[in-house]
């Protein structure tokens, strides 16, 4: 489970609006994009989630974590695996806090993770089903593992030949665009996934408490339906601090002519990593100095 390792490459890249910039991505042998030395004096954050942790599409140098690091002055790590939910981020989080003992764990959260955190509404997602077998809770807080693609084995297949994988991928875009990037769920699927959500963030709250880390999240983006309110009601009730608004700071940025956003329309090049980043700074230097507790 988890990130590739040792990966290192330098390429150029077009950004949301067609412009060109170079990259450097590299990760080392733990998959952490970041790891920074465990016996500081400096306070040490660890930043964990998915794909926009990840950051495929911003230079080492130029992530949002890496930015923060260097305006705040703290010990920065970071893991990100692209389509992680958070019972997945919950179990790496248990399996590597202990090599870093952190002061405070920043969880980045997304849209999709209600939907891939319940296995029932991913399956009947058409843009946030992963097509890979994952671990899930159920509502009695069981895990277990399964694929969500309708046809495991056909998927599996699929997954093994490059040419039915960029036949597929094409098909899924399609049908994507289709739904004009509103799927309607099943309201008593969406409230299960609210519910597990929550078993996920009490799971990584206990996994914090017992390092005596403190517990901080922010969210990416909000264009799912209710998302935005959802997630807010989730930190609320867990008693979880929020960091700062990022999907209003970049929508800003974007209205007044910025490009924010990687070639996939979805994700960040380097502005939107630095809009991320002063969005949340004000709000995490609070926190890591005030020493902020559960």
């Given at each position: 489970?988890?990130g590739?390792?040792?990966v ?13 910039y170079h ?8 998959g952490f994009?970041?790891?920074g030395?465990t016996?500081t ?5 660890l ?11 911003a ?5 949002y ?10 010990e ?6 692209g389509g992680?939910?958070?019972l997945?981020?919950a179990?790496?989080l ?10 405070l764990v920043?969880l980045?959260f997304c849209e999709n ?6 296995y029932?509404l991913?399956q009947a997602?058409i843009?946030?089903n992963?097509?890979?077998?994952r671990?899930?809770l ?11 693609a309708?046809?495991?084995?056909l ?12 036949i ?10 289709k ?5 309607i769920?099943?309201p008593?699927e ?6 597990i959500t929550?078993?996920c963030?009490?799971?990584i709250?206990?996994?914090c ?13 909000e264009?799912?339906?209710g998302?935005?309110?959802t ?10 601090e929020i960091?700062?608004?990022v999907?209003q700071?970049?929508?800003?940025k974007?209205k007044q002519?910025?490009?924010c956003l990687?070639?996939?329309?979805g994700h960040w090049?380097?502005t939107g990593h630095?809009i ?9 230097q ?9």
């Amino acid at each position: 489970m988890g990130g590739k390792k040792n990966v290192h490459y330098e390429l150029a890249k077009k950004d949301g609006c067609g412009e060109l910039y170079h990259l450097t991505y590299q990760t080392d042998s733990l998959g952490f994009r970041k790891f920074g030395n465990t016996s500081t004096s400096k306070k040490k954050v660890l930043f964990i989630g998915d794909s926009f942790t990840q950051a495929q599409d911003a230079s080492d140098d130029s992530t949002y974590y890496t930015l923060l690091s260097q305006w705040l002055n703290f010990e920065v790590f970071a893991y990100g695996t692209g389509g992680h939910g958070t019972l997945q981020e919950a179990l790496r989080l248990e399996q590597i806090i202990t090599q870093i003992n952190p002061h405070l764990v920043v969880l980045q959260f997304c849209e999709n993770d209600l939907i891939n955190n319940c296995y029932e509404l991913e399956q009947a997602s058409i843009q946030h089903n992963n097509r890979h077998r994952r671990p899930y809770l159920d509502i009695n807080d069981s895990l277990f593992y399964a694929n969500p693609a309708i046809n495991s084995t056909l998927s599996f297949i699929i997954e093994k030949s490059k040419l039915l994988s960029f036949i597929m991928g094409k098909i899924r875009n399609l049908l994507i665009s289709k739904t004009n990037s509103k799927e309607i769920f099943n309201p008593v699927e969406y409230n299960k996934a609210k519910q597990i959500t929550d078993k996920c963030l009490k799971k990584i709250k206990l996994i914090c408490a017992k390092s005596r880390a403190t517990f901080v999240s922010f969210t990416v983006n909000e264009s799912l339906i209710g998302s935005k309110k959802t997630y807010q009601s989730l930190m609320q009730q867990n008693n979880i601090e929020i960091l700062g608004d990022v999907p209003q700071a970049i929508a800003n940025k974007e209205k007044q002519g910025e490009c924010c956003l990687a070639e996939d329309k979805g994700h960040w090049n380097h502005t939107g990593h630095r809009i991320c980043a002063e969005s949340l700074m004000n709000r995490l230097q609070y926190v890591l100095t005030h020493e902020i507790k559960q």
